[in-house]
């Protein structure tokens, strides 16, 4: 491979200690889907830091001084819509344990395999607004509205609550 991928183990482990606290959860997430700037590779990190009015960024992590620079990583919806229908096709009773903090100690399906969860929706920010605000409540006198025009690198997943079956 000539390529360096960034793996995100962190949305993983959120998603599963979700699925193990509330079962039968609904989900509305946004972050930024890409990063201007950031390293090369796929989902790579953006490294920054704020000196006065201007931004200083660096070409890699590795020499980032300790606590003295924000290191940002995109989040790929559609990644992780995949990853969320993953953990909840899981058994309960065959997840780790709340301790575990290790991603690799669940056996992943091929990729083939799996298909987003029923009810759940990956939106560009900017759609899910024209869809679901109040537009005429959220533009400035200028006519601009910052929910449909700001944030173009960010994006929405949402999934429904799944219902609660009484046998």
């Given at each position: 491979l000539n390529y360096v991928q960034y793996i995100p183990t962190g949305s993983m482990l959120f998603l599963r200690k979700i699925q193990r606290q509330f079962?039968?959860?609904g989900i509305l997430l946004a972050d930024f889907d890409e990063l201007p700037g950031a390293m090369p590779g796929v989902n790579?990190?953006?490294?920054?830091?704020?000196?006065g009015d201007s931004t200083v960024e660096l070409p890699t992590y590795l020499t980032a001084d300790y606590g003295k620079y924000d290191i940002f990583f995109p989040t790929n919806f559609t990644n992780l819509r995949i990853l969320h229908q993953q953990v909840i096709s899981?058994?309960?009773s065959s997840s780790p344990s709340p301790s575990s903090d290790s991603p690799s100690d669940v056996e992943v399906?091929?990729?083939?395999?799996?298909?987003?969860?029923p009810g759940s929706q990956v939106w560009k920010t900017s759609t899910f607004m024209s869809s679901y605000a109040d537009l005429a409540h959220t533009r400035t006198r200028s006519g601009y509205n910052p929910l449909v025009?700001?944030?173009?690198n960010t994006s929405i997943f949402a999934v429904a609550p799944r219902p609660i079956r009484r046998d």
């Open positions: 079962p039968h959860h790579a990190p953006l490294v920054q830091r704020t000196e899981t058994p309960l399906e091929e990729p083939a395999t799996l298909a987003p969860a025009s700001d944030f173009s």
